[in-house]
């Protein structure tokens, strides 16, 4: 079954901090993964689509890796503020043209 | 800059009203995507669309149509409104192809309540 995980499901930092949000899939055999960020009440907006031949992609702040052996990919974010507090989602696209969601990790950035 | 925009934010309806929720993207794309998202089971597709007069189920089109007769615009429809389709509803777009393949553009959203 192809599933995609995300943890923590809720994380608090201070403002300033470099953090990691996870997530995780089962099955190798994904054409690509995004990540989304989502605001309280809100509609999602993409941060950053990586193809499954990429290791990696960059937006300012925001870094995503994906590891297709290891079923991960992660989203680093550096320096972080009180604005970057929201949903972060993860959402996988396999070969069949499956479109998994993971569940999202709620991020609290605090002044 | 991609536009989604949905009819209504917030709507309230009672049991068994018909109801349709509208979706518009002003960037001349090809797919169009509804969605309902609940807590705890996340983003879940209800039915896609990838040209016009064309739709494809999702992963729960039960109590749901859709129509799509002009390239811009995709409406959800509940035939019967049930108090279990009470829901954030999401319509999105994406540039080309079959399915997904390229990033999807999101809408703000619709809180649907069925009392």
């Known amino acids: 079954k192809q599933e995609v995980t995300q943890i923590p499901a809720a994380l608090s930092v201070p403002e300033g901090e470099n953090l990691v949000l996870n997530c995780s899939f089962t099955d190798s055999a994904i054409y690509n993964l995004q990540w989304f960020r989502q605001d309280p009440g809100k509609g999602l907006t993409s941060l950053l689509l990586?193809?499954?031949s990429q290791r990696e992609q960059t937006s300012g702040r925001l870094n995503a890796s994906l590891d297709k052996s290891s079923g991960r990919s992660t989203l680093y974010i550096a320096a972080s503020q009180p604005g970057d507090s929201a949903t972060y989602l993860c959402?996988?696209?396999?070969?069949?043209?499956?479109?998994?969601w993971g569940l999202g990790t709620s991020l609290a950035v605090n002044p | 800059d991609v536009k989604v925009t949905q009819s209504s934010r917030y709507l309230v309806k009672r049991t068994g009203e018909k109801v349709f929720l509208e979706c518009v993207q002003d960037m001349d794309h090809e797919n169009m995507f509804w969605y309902r998202q609940d807590p705890g089971l996340g983003l879940r597709l209800i039915y896609f669309s990838y040209d016009v007069k064309m739709k494809e189920k999702g992963d729960i089109p039960e109590g749901y149509s859709v129509s799509r007769e002009k390239k811009e615009r995709f409406s959800l429809i509940l035939e019967s409104a049930s108090t279990n389709q009470t829901s954030m509803y999401l319509c999105a777009s994406s540039l080309w192809g079959l399915a997904v393949r390229e990033t999807q553009y999101f809408g703000p959203g619709t809180r649907l309540l069925v009392l």
């Open positions: 990586i193809q499954s």
């Open positions: 959402a996988v696209e396999y070969n069949n043209r499956k479109l998994i």
